[in-house]
């Protein structure tokens, strides 16, 4: 097999090369730069595709790592938000917007008493494990091994599978993310696998009446999906009842997208504090940290400080207003799923063609694809996987104009727009054969060679 034509990144590949004099990695989030000549710089977006300045296309299947619940550049989110404009950005002051959709999440995620906005994911995670501190006294909190929570210090620890020993009978070490968190804040932070019942009572037991809050995301959204047992989750509510710590659910992926009311609605469990950025605003820069009126009051003079110069600006408010109508109104999320469905269905169609033992994990609006017969049960177990087919699979895909992330712990998301245009469907099932089929001659080649 010869292999499709390569696409052209000329114009992707100079652009890194200039903007890297400037822009450490010639990108503005490391986790965009994909080497030397595979950094693509993005022209712009229109529902499920992307395009970059080369002119590639490609059915996109990141998303921004999600926040485009219904699809690039909508245009009904677009018109709210050019109304926003119009109000005038930040006020230090506050505006009527705020009550109306802090209404709107409140009638979608029971849990969501009292409603504080945020910019992004890791501003309301931190906000939230502030509250948890001051309203409980205490600073230690407990983390599930895979889970990821954004990018302030607190949350930056973690298990590290790279050197863990999948023999050993010895946890894997806690390590944090990168250089430059203090190494003074790792007595804080517990870590748990999910899924390991024992270890979580075991936990509580001994750290239970030290912790201010356990921070969860029940489908882990930077870990191939992998999801908690509902009884898991139960278990943690129960634990964090009997020891008065917090729970905290990390639904900055899942919110709004698994379903109206998040994971915990699907779960039906309920959390002290939880906390949304993602598909609040199909993309406009917007979180939410919501819970438990007694909780959330502590964000009081005295209290838990939270605030900032551009929370709530108006620009991402009016989108926000827009985008959760229409998730709560209109079928959008049914649509969604349907299409991730389908596109499971699919993809399982042509790796059962060749006989290749697969299974997901997820949500079908944000899936995980193993190669393997059942997917893992917690991150310890992906390191037992074998994730190598995922990756070249994915290398290949990206050549044949569909975006997936190159990291096997990221799952596939889905936007309404994908299950509005059926080219997205057929386009990225061809791209997946072609893809697959040169995996495996990869691996022929590779295994002829040893
Ligand atoms: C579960 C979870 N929490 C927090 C964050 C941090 O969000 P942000 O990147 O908006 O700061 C992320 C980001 O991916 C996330 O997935």
Not at 212 to 232: H, K, T
């Amino acid at each position: 097999m010869t292999g499709p034509k390569k696409r052209d990144l000329t114009k992707s590949n100079a652009q890194f090369r200039k903007a890297v004099k400037r822009l450490p990695l010639g990108v503005s989030s490391t986790f965009r730069y994909w080497g030397d000549d595979r950094t693509i710089y993005v022209d712009h977006g229109k529902g499920g595709r992307t395009w970059d300045i080369d002119g590639n296309c490609y059915v996109d299947y990141r998303l921004g790592y999600g926040p485009a619940i219904l699809g690039y550049a909508d245009d009904r989110v677009d018109a709210a938000a050019r109304r926003g404009m119009e109000v005038g950005g930040v006020f230090a002051l506050s505006t009527e917007r705020e009550l109306t959709v802090a209404d709107r999440i409140a009638k979608m995620v029971p849990a969501a008493e009292l409603v504080r906005f945020s910019n992004s994911g890791t501003e309301a995670v931190m906000a939230a494990l502030r509250l948890a501190r001051a309203h409980t006294g205490r600073d230690s909190y407990l983390l599930v091994e895979g889970g990821y929570h954004g990018l302030f210090d607190a949350a930056m620890w973690m298990a590290n599978m790279e050197d863990w020993d999948t023999q050993s009978d010895r946890d894997p070490e806690v390590v944090s993310y990168g250089k430059g968190i203090p190494r003074t804040l790792k007595e804080l932070a517990h870590l748990v696998p999910m899924n390991d019942y024992q270890r979580l009572e075991d936990t509580f037991r001994k750290y239970g009446n030290t912790l201010a809050a356990m921070l969860i995301e029940p489908i882990q959204g930077n870990c191939c999906a992998i999801s908690a047992d509902v009884e898991y989750v139960r278990l943690a509510r129960k634990l964090c009842d009997d020891y008065g710590v917090l729970l905290i659910i990390d639904e900055v992926k899942t919110g709004f997208r698994v379903g109206k009311g998040g994971i915990q609605g699907i779960m039906g469990v309920r959390p002290d504090i939880c906390t949304f950025a993602k598909a609040v605003a199909n993309g406009y820069p917007i979180a939410v940290v919501a819970g438990r009126e007694e909780v959330m009051r502590t964000f009081r003079y005295g209290g838990a400080s939270h605030g900032g110069t551009y929370t709530a600006h108006s620009v991402s408010l009016a989108a926000a207003e827009e985008c959760l109508r229409i998730l709560d109104e209109t079928p959008a999320l049914e649509t969604i799923a349907d299409y991730g469905e389908r596109l499971k269905a699919g993809i399982s169609g042509i790796l059962n063609a060749r006989k290749i033992v697969h299974s997901y994990t997820g949500h079908p609006s944000m899936f995980g694809l193993f190669f393997a017969e059942s997917p893992p049960n917690n991150y310890r177990d992906w390191k037992k996987s074998d994730y190598s087919f995922y990756d070249q699979m994915a290398y290949h895909l990206h050549d044949l104009g569909v975006i997936c992330e190159p990291d096997s712990r990221e799952p596939w998301f889905m936007c309404e727009a994908h299950g509005r245009d059926e080219t997205c469907l057929s386009d990225t099932l061809k791209a997946v054969e072609t893809a697959v089929d040169l995996t495996l001659e990869h691996f022929e080649t590779e295994a002829k060679r040893a």
